[in-house]
């Protein structure tokens, strides 16, 4: 593999220790011997070059390739925006391989079935994750016709699935990630809305239910619904529609799993409903994709958007400008991309969609001093997603103008309500940014704080201490600064409970447990508002919480608008990503 020079002349980026942790182990391209041959400014090097080189098959392109280059360069190592993991990981390598989100179909046949797992195989190795629905699949217990033996259905297939994504590292740097979804009206419901009731068991798959408007209508009525033999489209038996919406809020309240996605919403909100039905997401939930459809993610660190001289604290402008040139790294970035089936190319080709989105909101919202539980923090979220959206869509028209729009714009509901033609079939996407953030050293996606100053495990059993930078300053600023303070806020990770601190400062620096659950939901609902595609959210609960909170949450998430939802009860699972001290 030839590495690109860096030039000389642009400057090495600062980054924090526990980024770096995280970029040499993972990211940085490694030798035949196992050490980096590259530097953390060669691999942005590597990947700004990379991306900036597609401009050339662009006749009309406004940009010099050396420029951009330079202007991706500096996007990235400023952290205003990172592209996706497998972009860092990949771009400029024989690989190639740059998104994160992929969907694939599942068949009801031994053959498709078990070519879908050949090819989410080659999706993980790739660094992408993978959605599947497996509502095709017919029941447990149902004919199969050529043996004249009995199918085993879905939850015994996603097994193989699950043990095949234990054996495959992906791009050798970490475990696949699998969404596996179930329509409400399938025969085996019941035993999916429990296939992850013992620890460990799928630990490879987020499962969510897909519900639909006639089982929500059935709820609401106290109703019956019918169950559906997929194979013939028969109904195979009836269940009442509040018993299976209560097992499934007993199901997330033990353990988390499964969350819900409301199918028909997503389906209403299709920008190509010509090419079918879309059937799942990907496996964090913010991605919904047509089968054999793949997804690059990208994400603005707003907390680099704040000025303190601007009348409301933001720098609009430079916000266009990041809006702007991310929209084009990411269209560059599907050019740039080898995927690793035919039929993922050709399909990525005919809607070219992006997913961009939005990291360091609660950073952005404590340099605002806005509290997350306020009334004008989701009227700023509003405000700023349908900047974004409407950037995004007049970014994606500029390339339309100069590239061409998406091969399929013309069977696209855009060409039916006579807006664009755009370049992309959707730009934008809240993701989770997990590991961008870290790299970022911002906050997560749209969500608050988990703590103030935490301890995070990492792969490996490895742990990286992290304290909020503005919180600290906010409390050097009032002299409320102390180590001991420090400490004992790492503990329990909120200062809800601190009542010597200033009042403003508990007011503004709240946790994910200080948050009300609806505000939570609110929050997401705030952004769904403007989004394309959907937002990745956990609604977070103390562990004091009951079904009936969830269950008044699942119900708020379908009224307002949202496309799906995650709930996570504290201390539900043994092992948790993000821990406080006191939760170790
Ligand atoms: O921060 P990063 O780019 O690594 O990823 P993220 O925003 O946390 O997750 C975005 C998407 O990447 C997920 O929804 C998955 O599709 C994919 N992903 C994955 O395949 N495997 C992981 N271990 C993490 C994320």
Redesign the pocket.
């Known amino acids: 593999m030839n590495m690109p020079v860096v030039p000389t002349d642009i400057e090495k980026p600062s980054i924090n220790p526990n980024a770096e942790i995280v970029l040499r182990k993972r990211y940085l391209r490694k030798g035949p011997d196992g050490n980096p041959v590259e530097d953390v400014q060669g691999m942005f090097w590597r990947v700004a070059s990379a991306i900036a080189s597609e401009e050339v098959k662009y006749a009309k392109s406004s940009f010099d390739v050396d420029r951009l280059a330079r202007e991706f360069y500096s996007l990235m190592t400023s952290f205003r925006f990172l592209p996706?993991?497998p972009t860092l990981m990949n771009a400029g390598t024989e690989l190639g391989q740059l998104a994160?989100?992929f969907v694939l179909p599942v068949g009801d046949s031994m053959e498709d079935i078990f070519a879908s797992v050949r090819d989410a195989a080659l999706i993980h190795k790739s660094g992408?994750?993978t959605g599947f629905s497996f509502s095709r699949l017919r029941r447990e217990g149902a004919r199969v016709g050529s043996t004249g033996g009995v199918a085993s259905g879905p939850v015994s297939f996603m097994k193989i699935f699950n043990t095949a994504t234990e054996q495959v590292k992906?791009g050798g740097t970490?475990?696949?990630?699998n969404m596996g979804i179930l329509r409400v009206d399938h025969p085996d419901i019941l035993k999916f809305i429990s296939c992850k009731e013992r620890e460990g068991e799928l630990n490879n798959f987020n499962i969510s239910v897909a519900l639909t408007e006639k089982f929500m209508q059935a709820v609401e009525a106290d109703e019956e619904y019918s169950l559906i033999a997929p194979q013939n489209g028969q109904e195979d038996g009836r269940l009442r529609a509040r018993e299976v919406f209560a097992l499934l809020v007993r199901k997330a309240w033990e353990s988390g799993d499964p969350g819900i996605v409301f199918l028909d919403r997503i389906n209403r909100d299709n920008p190509t409903p010509k090419q079918g039905e879309i059937e799942s997401t990907?496996?964090?939930g913010?991605?919904p994709l047509l089968p054999y459809e793949a997804c690059n993610?990208g994400s603005i660190n707003l907390a680099t958007i704040y000025d303190p001289n601007s009348d409301d604290g933001i720098d609009w402008d430079e916000f266009k400008r990041i809006t702007h040139l991310a929209v084009r790294f990411l269209d560059n970035v599907i050019d740039a991309s080898r995927y690793p089936l035919d039929k993922i190319t050709e399909t990525v080709g005919r809607n070219r969609k992006i997913g961009l989105g939005l990291m360091g909101w609660a950073d952005l919202l404590f340099q605002l001093r806005v509290p997350y539980n306020s009334q004008e923090a989701l009227i700023l979220g509003e405000k700023v997603m349908k900047f974004l959206q409407a950037e995004s869509k007049a970014a994606s028209k500029i390339l339309a103008e100069e590239r061409g729009a998406f091969a399929a714009y013309d069977e696209s509901t855009y060409a039916d309500k006579k807006v664009g033609p755009y370049r992309n079939a959707t730009t934008t996407t809240i993701?989770?940014?997990?590991?961008?953030s870290i790299i970022a050293g911002c906050s997560s996606g749209i969500e608050p704080l988990f703590a103030l100053s935490f301890t995070r495990n990492v792969m490996d059993g490895e742990k990286l201490v992290e304290a909020n930078p503005y919180f600290e300053q906010a409390l050097r600023e009032t002299e409320s600064y102390s180590k001991a303070l420090m400490e004992d806020v790492a503990k329990k990770g909120s200062i809800a409970h601190m009542e010597l601190l200033p009042d403003d400062i508990r007011r503004v620096f709240v946790t994910a447990h200080d948050v009300e659950p609806t505000y939570h939901l609110k929050m997401q609902a705030a952004f769904q508002k403007f989004t394309d595609n959907a937002v990745s959210k956990t609604v977070n609960l103390p562990s004091s919480a009951s079904e009936e909170d969830i269950r008044e949450i699942y119900w708020m998430a379908y009224e307002m608008g949202c496309k799906g939802v995650t709930v996570y009860r504290d201390g539900c699972k043994a092992s948790q990503v993000l821990c406080t001290g006191e939760a170790e």
């Open positions: 996706n993991s994160a989100c992408g994750g992906q970490r475990r696949g990630a990907n496996p964090c913010e991605q993610l993701a989770p940014t997990g590991t961008l």
